[in-house]
């Protein structure tokens, strides 16, 4: 065989071989090839089933994150000044969308549209923006006084609903039919204002929490269209999440001046409401949203009192109708952000700026 042949067959057998391993690695064959590790320089894991890991650029912000098909949204913190990024899952390219802003997003569900406000004082003018995620740019939607306080997307993609000094204020994506539902009071220790709205599934109603000038308020609920407001629970209580059926609202009790917190369920489906506690009180808890099912939902619980230094931020799953709890596999030193995306996926990110992907069993 000529040296020319030669070289052409191991040529082709080097080919063959790589790529049978590319395929047996984007299957999940070789072992220790479920977890991916990106760093500045390394290519994304493939799509898919597996975990996936993402060493971001920047430290995230508590609360910061949504995911939306391929991507995820966060927002970085710099020594105290907010900003937003755009993540690429899985080859985790940044994109920055905005800087100097207020600390909560959203997402519009079909992952077009993504809502801001730019950074304020207490009693400063405070800008709601809204930017074309496909198009880029951005424009703004309205005035108010800032901070914000939390702002939502209508279940259909055409209202947003935020939270200011203003109180509980909802409006059109192009600007129009802009209305204060619930009216806030901001005026030294009589302060009452509204914060973390939610749109309900069908988008009909919105759920929100109190806060006071000293601890939290109840949970009550707005109907977009009449502005009636029903009171829920009694008091102590923040970050109402709806079910994905509509029928039941996870959230979050944390008593004024106390060292923990527990994460409770309200059944909506009868005509009057029924209370469930999840935990049991002994550490600080804290129910961050469903599975897309409606049969899980996700608790984050930090160490007890009294717990070792250095104990870990833990994530959890409970099944809601028999109130079981199950440790997923992750931890954090100090506080982590995480959301149920729809493709069945649990996304994490570290208050370092580690932002992870995990399947739950």
């Not at 913190?77 to 802003?101: C, N, Q, W, Y």
């Not at 259909?156 to 802009?178: M, N, P, Y």
């Not at 995480?338 to 208050?351: K, M, R």
């Amino acid at each position: 065989m000529t040296r020319t042949a030669l070289r052409f067959v191991r040529c082709s057998l080097i080919r063959i071989l790589t790529t049978t391993v590319l395929v047996a690695v984007a299957i999940g064959i070789l072992p220790g090839c479920a977890k991916h590790r990106l760093g500045d320089d390394q290519a994304g894991p493939p799509a898919g089933n597996g975990s996936l890991e993402i060493i971001l650029k920047h430290e995230v912000a508590p609360r910061g994150l949504a995911v939306t098909g391929s991507k995820a949204y966060l927002v970085t913190e710099d020594d105290g000044r907010f900003g937003i990024v755009e993540v690429s899952l899985p080859d985790g390219k940044e994109r920055v969308l905005a800087e100097d802003t207020a600390q909560n997003i959203a997402v519009s569900k079909d992952g077009k549209f993504l809502a801001f406000g730019t950074a304020s004082e207490w009693d400063a003018p405070c800008e709601v923006r809204l930017v074309d995620l496909d198009k880029g740019g951005w424009k703004k939607l309205t005035d108010t006084m800032g901070p914000l306080r939390g702002l939502d997307f209508s279940p259909g993609g055409k209202t947003l609903v935020f939270a200011s000094l203003e109180g509980l204020v909802t409006i059109g994506l192009d600007g129009s039919d802009r209305k204060v539902l619930v009216e806030g009071k901001a005026n030294g220790e009589s302060t009452v204002l509204q914060w973390r709205p939610v749109w309900s599934p069908d988008g009909t109603k919105i759920a929100y929490a109190v806060s006071y000038y000293e601890g939290s308020g109840p949970i009550s609920i707005v109907d977009a269209n009449t502005g009636a407001v029903l009171t829920l629970t009694v008091s102590d209580d923040i970050d109402p999440v709806w079910s994905p059926d509509g029928k039941s609202i996870l959230y979050t009790r944390q008593l004024y001046g106390e060292d923990h917190s527990d994460v409770y369920i309200a059944d909506l489906a009868g005509a009057q409401p029924q209370f469930k506690r999840l935990t049991e009180g002994d550490a600080p808890y804290w129910g961050l949203g469903w599975s897309p099912d409606g049969r899980y939902v996700l608790v984050q619980r930090a160490p007890s009192p009294g717990a070792p230094e250095g104990s870990p931020v833990k994530l959890l799953m409970c099944e809601v109708r028999e109130g079981k709890f199950h440790e997923l596999p992750a931890t954090s030193p100090k506080s982590m952000t995480a959301t149920w995306a729809p493709d069945g996926f649990i996304y994490y990110v570290t208050e370092g700026g580690k932002l992870t992907r995990i399947k739950p069993k």
